[in-house]
């Protein structure tokens, strides 16, 4: 077995759940990789919409799109995550993907923060459609700190087990505080 960043390690999961026709989100759009994957798997008939607060991302990701031939399914949204709610409705959305942090190869200053990643991730639980899926890569140490780290922690533990399923895991024997990829499924 060869060795799996934690972004193909989520990516596995949301290549399980995506199917033609889904509406999906890549609530932190980055180098666009996710919002890539989330095209091809959606298909012509799907729909992603892509954030970030950063004109390069958007920029970046306009441009593998195009390099890679995606289907012209996707919106690219030069806003923050907390507006997902102002474009996809109430449980519609079969996949919602985030990658705390900041955008890798961009200003470290401009990161993710705990206050409004959480109040995106609490709009990403009435998106979700029954059975649709939270796939979570959470960056931490250095220059993001452990502050966000802590508070989606801790909002994924108080999630209620009746309605979600999380799942936690760990690349254990990294040394550096690798990051931590989590799972959430909506059961009801």
Known sequence: MKNIPITEWCRGFIKEQVKPGDVCIDATMGNGHDTLLLSFLAGEEGLVYAFDIQKEALLHTQTLLEQEKAPRNYRLLLCSHTQMADYALVGTVSCIVFNFGYLPGGDHSK????????????????????????????????????????????????????????????????????PIPALVIKLC
């Open 111 to 178: 990161s993710t923060h705990a206050s409004t990643s959480l109040q995106a991730l609490e709009l990403s639980l009435k998106l979700l459609k029954k059975g649709g899926l939270l796939s979570l890569c959470i960056y931490r140490g250095g220059d993001t700190g452990f502050e966000e780290q802590d508070a989606v922690l801790k909002w994924l533990k108080e999630l209620d087990p009746k309605d979600y399923l999380v799942i936690l895991s760990s690349y254990y024997n990294r040394p550096n505080y690798p």
